[in-house]
């Protein structure tokens, strides 16, 4: 693919002009071979082009912490998910990509580019060290979240005959193993599962774009983008300030979502504990578990039901988003109230097949998206929710709620799940940290 | 795909009950069969859903004008497009569904649901007037543009062999017909084409979506949708005082783009005059035509480059966006200057070859959107821009430029168009004017 100069045209003009040209390399940052400045202005070029990014402390979200950004962070407004397949059997590589993600990943979070020195800091004869895409925005909260598939350890649904490649079965924790079948999911191979996955979000989708494309970039030879998705809106509001969005049913979605400031409940139902895991998966403590599913939904159909189907399937109203029988989006629902018997909000219905008290009390933290992606060629809108649920415990929280609603749900008649993947989130860093220390170094 | 009652637990819960439910009809704005009141409340949720969207009066691009908005309108943030086809033969149906669209379109770009007295107005046992995704969003500077492709007229690349359905023929303007193939382009014609298309752009994706959406919808047994694309970022600023955005290349795109404020230009380069064309087809005076392109960048070779090779395919720097040779983003490109003989911005870069200087002066207004449809199955991502042009004369202006683009652009080596359409988008509309009437009707 690389183009010949003659190609290019590299070779005809890239040599120095000490008369007319004035330098590029200015804007570079940096000395070397190029045209030679023959304007005044070079110097103010390099200086608007090296700084980062436009920063705003209050764009910025700390990447370094207790626990990851981007689980309990207020939900930024557009995502970019990736899945990678790590495709080297060498620890040492994969280590070191890790590494280098890590720094990255912690400059990209702050505005500024994925290198030291400036994005377009290498030379005419090296490729830019940044893809510049995102050269003039702010950090637009960026959070870029790392989550480790069951195929770093051993065999798992993208590679059943994987082998314990970078010796870690041993250190694999409990809850993580790829999701069981589901009734009436038509999951597709090719977006589902992977060995690690990166959680962008970002109130930019350039900026959340760019962070994936790069991340992608630096990992070759080690990784490959499996599958990745864009989601828009906000579908989870941690703070109870935020206005709930609504998803592509046009309901209300997120209302009895876990909030960041009850603490409480996201340490039972959200941080794996030291008492989750053996010794050997201690690098889990302080974790959590991502589940992501791809849920398209059936749009027409949906638009084709009349109101109070829509509101029975929900257990809510569509305008206000209250409980069936109550008056306010927060009122509690009470899943006793009848009507002729019956009750108001019915057996089948998502808000009292989701909700703690049918379920053990289990809770999950949601971070969904909404997303189009274009039309399938029938006329039909390729759009749905982008689900992403945090959890202490996939198989004890996540994996019993959904074989109720997939069984049980009336929803489901309008849902077609088709990706699907869990992965191990590792608590947050502690300075000098890097992504996975704790689980390649004992 | 409607479910029966049983299932979605329609008929179990639907019925009234004096003693212990809210109503759920106030939320909906009307009288009916339902849950009957019994807490107070009821009233003030009425009153919630049943006003429109946030209206603030900055939020709000007029719909009506001398031309349509959505092409000298600022680019807003993000973009749905879609291209129908019209799969019936009834003109009078066409007719009906275009001031539906009409209405819907100008109620919509105001902030306000689809249908006039709220989005859930219609009772219990009708789907609900609009699909509610949008509640509680701004207008978010939405615009909606229409196009009419070849294909109303007759035969077309979608349709060849169609006939003149609806009478049209001799209607026809002079500029509309399918594109020519180009070098190096690999259309696909289930996401090319279209008879009628609709450019949505709103600083919100969910208002973009919403709008397309809704429209579809009012549209079932007329149209249906050919194909859909999403984009975000801005790659065309048509005021100075916008920071030029860079596209997935990591540039500067529409550095040297017409500007709304040159309306000399505009008229010249964007505005059918009478003169060009007879009186059957002055319904096109003072409309335009779009051409949409989607261009697919490769990604992953590109960011592989080195900077000299990048810069010199483009022919503008990458960090300041400067001409090659000059330093400022916005100096004039000198073509004459050389460097050992040969030209400093290349005979090769995609600056030289589409400045008006070697077109014969054409020029085209740009309103393209960068795109990132997730991962193509083999590691790379999906990405690339939505290319939106808007010309006087598609043929004497993109067409020309294109085809020099195509043999001799250096960038064509890292680009693959997929999808290719030329749409006549008419004149604004006056006051009570319904979108089609100066063409359907004398």
């Given at each position: 693919m690389e183009p010949t100069g003659a190609e290019s045209g590299a070779t005809d003009s890239g040599a120095t002009d000490g008369k007319s040209g004035v330098s590029r390399r200015t804007v570079l940052g940096a000395a070397g071979i190029g045209v030679v400045a023959g304007l005044a202005g070079g110097g103010a070029l390099g200086a608007t082009v090296s700084s980062p990014r436009e920063e705003d402390a209050d764009q910025v979200v700390p990447f370094r912490g207790d626990h990851q950004a981007g689980i309990v962070t207020a939900a930024q407004d557009r995502l970019h998910f990736a899945s990678f397949d790590v495709i080297t059997d060498s620890r040492d590589d994969l280590i070191d990509m890790l590494k280098r993600w890590t720094a990255a990943a912690e400059r990209m979070t702050r505005g500024e580019e994925t290198q030291e020195g400036g994005a377009l800091d290498m030379g005419d004869y090296h490729p830019p060290a940044d893809t510049g895409e995102a050269l003039g925005l702010s950090a637009a909260h960026l959070t870029l979240t790392i989550g480790f598939g069951p195929g770093l350890f051993g065999p798992s649904a993208a590679n059943p005959d994987a082998k314990d490649r970078f010796g870690l079965a041993h250190r694999k924790p409990a809850a993580l193993a790829d999701l069981p079948a589901f009734a009436q999911e038509k999951i597709e191979p090719s977006r589902s599962f992977g060995d690690i996955c990166i959680q962008a979000c970002a109130d930019d989708p350039q900026v959340a774009v760019h962070a994936i494309r790069n991340l992608a970039r630096m990992g070759v030879g080690v990784v490959s983008v499996r599958w990745s998705q864009l989601g828009f809106g906000r579908t989870a509001s941690t703070t109870q300030a935020q206005q709930t969005p609504r998803n592509m049913f046009g309901f209300k979605d997120g209302t009895a979502n876990i909030r960041a400031e009850d603490t409480d409940v996201v340490d039972k139902w959200v941080w794996v504990g030291?008492?989750?895991?053996?010794p050997a998966a201690q690098w889990m403590t302080g974790g959590t578990y991502l589940v992501a599913r791809r849920i398209r939904m059936d749009i027409e159909p949906w638009d084709r039901a009349n109101l109070l189907e829509q509101e029975n399937i929900i257990?809510?109203?569509?305008?206000?988003?209250?409980?069936?029988?109550?008056?306010?989006?927060f009122d509690e629902p009470d899943f006793k109230i009848t009507s002729y018997g019956a009750p108001i909000i019915p057996a089948t219905s998502h808000v009292r097949l989701a909700h703690p008290d049918q379920n053990g009390g289990a809770q999950i933290l949601r971070r969904g998206y909404n997303f189009t992606d274009g039309s399938d060629g029938f006329g039909h809108l390729d759009a749905g929710l982008f689900f992403i649920a945090f959890n202490r415990d996939t198989f004890k929280q996540f994996v019993p709620i959904q074989h109720v609603l997939s069984r049980k749900d009336a929803m489901t008649e309008y849902l077609i799940p088709n990706a699907s993947a869990n992965f191990a989130v590792p608590p947050g860093l502690k300075p000098g940290e890097w992504w996975g220390q704790r689980l390649f170094e004992k």
């Open positions: 030291a008492e989750d895991n053996p257990g809510r109203t569509k305008g206000e988003g209250a409980p069936l029988g109550k008056s306010a989006e």
